[in-house]
């Protein structure tokens, strides 16, 4: 099943050595459906990727192109700016029905450009005009894209190296967990928001993951979250939680913050938004702090409306009422119960993440990379996160049926296996 | 045909503040196609301002959304990270066949984060990395996105004040015709880089648009770019071209810079080059200058497939002979002698830019915004640009036919007539 | 015992707000020898400030006086840029014959301008130079000095707060002892450090304080110090000693970093290094970093040629064999036994610092203020450190005759007794 | 009179490669008197390059040096951080009533740390706490220091290298003269401030010197800093004079800026300010900006007492009635003759500066520097500066004897004949 060079000559000929996915899973992708991506030679693949989290209801869902098809059809608008359209009225109408209601939200939507590392910068921005403040606090292993103000908050070096500059304006502090033993790393973030001469300036927000993706599938503990929430407020520091891979559902709720007590100031999300992997983003805002004038942040493709159609038949879909929801947990349960087993034998190997973001930290970047590499081989996408890229995440579609998904799980453990001897093998 | 305050509550309701577009023309729109929007209520309105240059082909041009659709139907990839993708590959050798080999570059061809600011990011950051210097000298009255970095190069004060931070690593100098008289701002930019006790360091990149459009369609030289060319070169600088407004056609040629005997290190390109409206966005670097490592600049939505397909069927759509260039540059002759008409019964007003990118410098914001509001009062859809909102900028769709283009302009100018009567009256 | 209003009209009428220290020594001051102060009305004041640790060898050393006044009787020069004089050979001649040779050190010397920040500055440029790196680890609750480049590195938000601009460059650490309980800051470093996801940019620098004299009288474990040192070595970062404060005898040996089994990169000398108050500093670095070109880092009061001759006594008065070295140690003690016993009666109150700079920790801001406005009505000059100003801080000549430092203690003790009394008399 | 190698075998080895003016001048310096320095084997040289600047008043001054000795004697306080002093109290007297008074200015006295660069570290600092604003404009070739605010502002690339980051918060315009024909730099300036689009935020303040001491003796016309100074004004912005090279009488009143009816906001003094070169530095801030709080902007050496009782001599010696400045102006007379003189020989020589700070511009780096050694050889002590180091400085004491002046001129024009000579030979 290996890839014909000529098939992939015009990538090294013309395309960027700034390409990376491609190079891990070298082939060439056709179409896909639901949980599965399938290849100009017609081999299939079981997709535990899901575009990192931006195909959380699969590849192609049938009621998400269709609709999106009878758009095109009807000649409906591709490119809005930011101007009054049906398809956007339509979106808003059912994300207010059906999720900020709900949650007894009342935030403004925001539409940034259609990135996450947009949808930051405008985070960023908004929470230091709100305050007048530069300083915004970041936590170790945070990632948050790679556009010079979004990058200066993101903890990975390699990232960060690219910038060609200094990254400013973002103090970094420790995340849930990073302290060994009993030391709470909320403890410290106290003590230098209180000390008048710790050098920590008065911040504008404090930015956080609840789970850090692509840091390692760090999930902070919920009373670590409202402390930093409280400590938040109580320091004048806007709350800004970064969604975007872990809202949508991907570790149970539409946002990954519910039923931790608070309620963030901003919340970036994008990714999975549209629901059907197109690009979209958007700030949620209290209105209070909705300071920006007309345009003061703006951007050509903020009316993708292609992707508000899509996200309207999101919502309407799978968040009007708790079906979904409830279908996620009892998956996310099969993947804790088969994760765990496989940490069993893979000696050292920690179970991470929340929800539908799970993984196994293998304790090496080399390990996980061969067993991301041998699954690939036996039919299964997966990638690795982490500072050593050391932790194997499976970020497989919400909606992947449990054959596929057993059928996923068993190449993993699979390939765990065999990674592992390989690994023991070469070490004795 | 004014709006049903019913229609446009959600917006107020729920949409953020910072929506701009939708303020001036107050409508809901639904459908659109070619050179016409239509609104939720059947009005028809003709579009010169073409989602601010990315629809230069019209909208949904019925070859495009033919591909789309089918590509739809057969379950294509919608999102593919920077996966190898049929799509990618056909859009990939199009571009290369038809756009880089006729003009004999050999550029290799970096997909980023589909917006237009995540390309110019994208192309600082590259710079600085090349030559490991940070300074990157823009112009005044450039725009080149609201993100960090991208900000810094931008020289609105409205926008920079969204920052909420300082900006930094960007030396502003003056754009070609800056100074009255005879001073050529080469002259002056070309001291400062040789003397070494000017301030200015040593700068990683000179970062220019050919035409600014949301400047005030300040159209600069071919011997000033080729002069600015020269020194970038002499000082070791990278050239880069911001082409992202006046590309893909929008002055005559696929490139702003044709026939300029010029070769920018890096190019910039997003708006029009999906040809559909959808986010895409990307970098052309020399060869030499690919340095990023995998995935050093990455982002979500690099892979947005659908914008492969309709980019794909642009570029062998317009571009394969030189008879799209023809019919352009013959509706920007209409163009000219239009506004040049104009000018006439407009005292002091001035013609502005050039090819399918031009308007009139009016003198005043306030009159610009009157001859706007007038002109859709009337069924045109119509912008203003500059750094006083001066001038009257027409964005057309490229393919617009000569019926429409006529009868768009009759509105321009029926409105023109209209404002200045009501300005001169108000004066009296 | 109060002023004279007339004397010090001309202060509130010309003198600019930023003056301090005159607001709570509220007495106008003609003359000064050894360890006391004369005002203009004859009344004496035993100096426990010391010029901020810039008079370790008391006011008006007879032999410094003396060698001073010959130097200006023979019309010896005053101003010498960095030429070669006499007098800064002689100074070099006794500082490395004395001061470097002994403990085996081959810094280079090298003058900056007279002021402990402009040393500093020098300090984080030549190792921002020497690494090629930007950014610099600091502590909480440093003092550097309040120039842009020192002051992104002092802690104190007051201080920080008169920039008027965001403060770059430095990421800032957790001092030992900064964490309650076991936990070791430099654990927290080291994991910062080593995690390549952290978002600490690889430091070109180090700089600490060993004991933070205005953070608050913070001593560092000698174990502490070794493992920074030991870290920076590691992640090839110099390390900076900033003994502007703690030097020159203050704390006991010449550095205050001696039997701690390190040698600085780079040490900063400023205040006490001329031996007469005269405006003076110095860099001390390491051969192989000596890296500014001729004049790259210059200034002209760098050959202030009254300072090298007095400085040149102080060497050879206090530091050619070990006893002045002793006695300060047995001062040392004399101080610490005091303020143990004024501890006592102190609820609360630590004891802070090392050698001839310790002091109380009273636990409030306002107690300590009251304790040294009550010291200087009985004759004694005190002030406070602290990031609450919170510590009464003893900084006498190292000097002092026992007489008067007894003398000194025990209107100190009195202060604390009537000010606690006081306290408490107001909280019942 | 070469220097043995014995003498200067300490610097070479002990002190840093960072000494620069030792390298021009071999000789090791003991003692100066007026405008003679002498050297330890008694080699006496007429020194025009007066610390330069900083020994306005010559060498040891007579008056000054016995005041000092007086105070030395009568054990006055050395240092004394900010308190109230006797000699502090004396010279504000003093300079409130001769320079303040008469010239109708009610300046608050701030005193910084003892450089020039601190004291304008603290005019950026108070400007931009002052205005809310952190931009600030400097010009082409201007010189404020090298400390990192300061070095933002200082234009020599050399010294810019040294900081080891990038240098923010500064915005760079072309001094006067700076483009070639009749175009006036003030209309650029203007033209830049009033364009909301031309990437210039709003200034904090203007930073000018009215002669550019280091930048190669460009003076500016009266007439354009009378218009930069009514733009600062008229834009919000605080105009800083930094007068520390041409203030103290250099150019002839005791501020360079009088008669051009302009009031700095701020202005910084330092090099002759204490008449004797000993470390003093000072702002004058109009009452209204003196918004630093206590110690905001703090440092040890604030107090240096030695240079306010030389400082308070100064004044009554020099500045109580006009016969000084009328000296100063003959004499700045005479050199202006003796340089038109020389230029005539030297073919492209322009005559540059004003005043007592007059040199010229002989074309080339190598050829002044050919110049300023045999000058040296013969007796001279002489410097240049510019972008290229291609002017000739002629910076001697106010205080020159006429004899000593017209000696050291002659030798200044003997040796431009020699060097004259030699580069045309070399050339032929």
């Known amino acids: 099943m290996s890839t014909n060079p000529a098939d992939i000559a015009i990538f090294k000929r013309r395309e960027s050595e700034a390409r990376s996915y491609c190079r891990g899973f070298d082939a060439v992708f056709t179409s896909a459906k639901g949980s599965e991506m399938i290849t100009r030679d017609g081999t299939r693949y ?10 959380n209801y699969g590849h192609n869902d049938p009621d998400l192109k269709e609709a999106l098809i009878d758009h095109l059809q009807s ?11 049906d ?18 939200m009342d935030h ?52 960060r190296g690219g910038a060609g500059t200094t990254l400013n304006g973002v103090t970094r502090m420790p995340y849930d967990g990073y302290f060994p033993g ?34 390692g599938l760090n999930a902070a503990r919920p009373e ?31 946002f990954s913050f519910e039923d931790m007590g608070i309620t963030p100031d901003i919340i970036t999300l994008a990714k999975s938004v549209s629901g059907f992997g197109l690009p979209m983003a958007l700030l949620l805002v209290r209105p209070e702090h909705d300071v920006f004038g007309p345009a003061e942040h703006n951007g050509t493709f903020r009316g993708n409306t292609h992707a508000f159609v899509t996200a309207r038949v999101a919502v309407t879909k799978f968040w009007v009422d708790d079906r979904f929801q409830k279908e996620v947990a009892a998956r996310a349960r099969m993947l804790t119960t088969a994760l765990e087993e496989m940490a069993e034998f893979l000696p050292g190997a920690k179970l991470k ?33 982490g500072n050593e890229d050391q932790v ?14 057993l059928k996923g799980l068993k190449i993993l453990r699979n390939a765990m296996r065999i990674a592992t001897d390989s690994s023991k093998f070469a070490a004795e």
Chains 1, 2, 3, 4 share one sequence.
């Open 46 to 55: 079981i997709d535990f990727l899901a575009g990192c989290s931006s195909l």
């Open 75 to 85: 000649d409906g608008l591709a490119h809005g700016l930011d101007l009054h359209t």
């Open 87 to 104: 398809a956007k009225a339509a979106f808003l109408d059912a994300f207010d029905q059906h999720i900020l209601k709900p949650r007894k």
């Open 108 to 159: 403004k939507v925001m539409f940034t450009g259609p990135t996450g590392a947009n949808a930051v910068e405008a985070a960023l921005k908004l929470a230091r005009k709100v305050t007048g403040r530069t300083n915004v606090i970041a936590f170790t292993n945070g990632f948050h894209g790679v556009t010079l103000g979004a990058l200066s908050a993101t903890g990975n070096s390699y990232h």
């Open 182 to 215: 009993n030391t709470d790393t909320a403890d410290f973030l106290e003590a230098m928001l209180k000390d008048r001469s710790s050098g920590i300036d008065a911040p504008a927000a404090i930015l956080l993951e609840t789970v850090q993706g692509e840091g």
């Open 224 to 254: 670590w979250i409202h402390r930093v929430a409280a400590l938040a407020k109580e320091h004048g520091a806007l709350l800004i939680v970064d969604d975007i891979q872990a809202g949508c559902g991907r570790t149970g709720g539409f």
């Open 353 to 385: 993440g929340r929800g539908m973001m799970q993984g196994l930290d293998v304790g090496s970047g080399d390990l996980a990379a061969a067993i991301c590499a041998r699954a690939f081989k036996d039919g299964l996408i997966i990638e690795t996160s």
């Open 392 to 405: 194997v995440k499976v970020l497989a579609p919400l909606t992947t049926d449990n054959d596929t998904f």
